[in-house]
């Protein structure tokens, strides 16, 4: 079989930080180890390559901190070169739905990733009647698609609510070398812990972009909480209010890497605040270093989190019962390692690789359809 030529159109790329730039990265690696072509184009400013493969940056604007890629002829002229088998949208909205309508004008398969719940970004920002056109904007983006992708029940579930069908479910995969239990007794994790826990405390942590939707001024209920120390890792535009909460936490800033993966491993117990996410990648990044998880039962959290299996849910705007259910593992050693090793073995079968292939079975299922839709009917 002839190596596939996958154009990736992302919202997001390096150098920020996010599940899309993650997700798209992790791909592109897999793709390369295959032995696969591709393209990337995202907003600029951006490496000129990843994984080997010619990244091509476009203009963008910054809204809160985030670039948003313009939908110039650039998209265009990129698939007309390099003439792929199947484009990738990553999160389409803006230049993403651009490569959807390009792969369309072309007569080239799309799949459309579906991550961000931009409808949701919409409401929660005030922007109030902007939710109802963004869903009828993501209609006419993913109905253009051969496939939607989708990394949770839940969000299928709202896809479907919103007349987007022609669905499949694809999560994310997770790096089962750089989360690990193994790293809890390295180096540095030991020196984290030592900082921060001198007296044996509890180390419970929350990892992730700091943002108005991740809420994670909700920490401020463990402000008192008997034996155990409060730790943010991660940077954005809600770090002045998120100190401003939290003056009792240790706020690490943004890691990544080896860094990364060990100050998660340092952690006794992971929290998670955001009530509107579509998957939950820092969930599986915390359960792959062995570190029982406290999530809201909403959204990607439901396919995760089995409760007393991996770790707790709490209802989602209940400020208690996330106290009670991180009171309840800071409590008791045993169960935080019983749900650690649990949530480990839920996760060696959600290695990037795992996810790859399983995407890589979806391009070539579209490729397939949009092939067998051309063939001459029998006579």
């Given amino acids: 079989m002839p190596p596939l030529r996958v154009a990736v159109v992302t919202e997001s790329f390096l150098p920020s930080l996010n599940g899309v730039t993650t997700s798209v990265c992790r791909i592109l690696e897999h793709l390369r180890r295959r032995g696969d072509e591709a393209v990337v184009v995202c907003p600029g400013p951006a490496p000129s390559h990843f994984a080997g493969f010619p990244v091509v940056?476009?203009?963008?604007?910054?809204?809160?901190?985030?670039?948003?890629?313009?939908?110039?002829?650039?998209?265009?002229?990129?698939?007309?070169?390099?003439?792929?088998?199947?484009?990738?949208?990553?999160?389409p909205f803006v230049l993403g739905a651009a490569g959807v309508f390009a792969a369309r004008r072309a007569g080239v398969p799309a799949v459309a990733v579906y991550q961000t719940d931009v409808a949701a970004y919409a409401r929660r920002h005030r922007l109030g009647p902007t939710a109802g056109t963004a869903w009828r904007w993501l209609r006419r983006v993913h109905a253009a698609a051969d496939l939607t992708l989708a990394p949770s029940t839940s969000a299928v579930q709202a896809l479907h609510a919103h007349g987007i069908t022609g669905t499949a479910p694809w999560g994310r995969g997770v790096d089962l070398h750089?989360?690990?239990?193994?790293?809890?007794?390295?180096?540095?994790?030991?020196?984290?812990?030592?900082?921060?826990?001198?007296?044996?405390?509890?180390?419970?942590?929350?990892?992730?972009?700091?943002?108005?939707?991740?809420?994670?001024?909700?920490?401020?209920?463990?402000?008192?909480?008997?034996?155990?120390?409060?730790?943010?890792?991660?940077?954005?535009?809600?770090?002045?209010?998120?100190?401003?909460a939290l003056p009792h936490a240790a706020m690490l800033g943004r890691l990544d890497g080896?860094?990364?993966?060990d100050t998660y491993a340092a952690l006794d117990v992971f929290v998670h605040t955001g009530t509107e996410e579509t998957f939950g990648q820092t969930l599986q990044e915390a359960m792959?270093?062995?570190?029982?998880?406290?999530?809201?039962?909403?959204?990607?959290?439901?396919?995760?989190?089995?409760?007393?299996?991996?770790?707790?849910?709490?209802?989602?705007?209940?400020?208690?019962?996330?106290?009670?259910?991180?009171?309840?593992?800071?409590?008791?050693?045993?169960?935080?390692?019983?749900?650690?090793?649990?949530?480990?073995?839920?996760?060696?079968?959600?290695?990037?690789?795992?996810?790859?292939?399983?995407?890589v079975h979806h391009y070539l299922a579209v490729i397939a359809a949009r092939q067998a839709s051309h063939l001459p009917e029998a006579a």
């Fill in 178 to 244: 750089q989360f690990h239990p193994r790293r809890r007794a390295g180096d540095h994790a030991r020196q984290v812990r030592a900082r921060l826990a001198g007296g044996g405390q509890v180390l419970v942590g929350y990892v992730g972009r700091l943002a108005p939707e991740k809420r994670v001024q909700r920490l401020a209920v463990l402000a008192d909480l008997p034996g155990a120390v409060t730790v943010v890792v991660g940077d954005g535009p809600s770090r002045e209010s998120v100190q401003q």
């Fill in 258 to 261: 080896d860094a990364l993966g």
């Fill in 288 to 359: 792959a270093s062995g570190v029982p998880v406290v999530a809201p039962a909403a959204g990607g959290p439901l396919d995760l989190v089995r409760p007393g299996v991996q770790g707790l849910l709490y209802s989602p705007d209940d400020d208690r019962e996330l106290r009670a259910a991180v009171a309840r593992l800071v409590a008791d050693p045993l169960l935080r390692v019983r749900l650690g090793l649990s949530g480990r073995a839920d996760m060696l079968g959600r290695s990037w690789p795992v996810l790859g292939e399983a995407l």
């Fill in 57 to 91: 940056s476009v203009p963008a604007l910054t809204y809160r901190q985030f670039p948003v890629g313009l939908p110039t002829r650039a998209v265009q002229r990129t698939l007309e070169r390099f003439a792929p088998d199947v484009v990738h949208a990553a999160s």
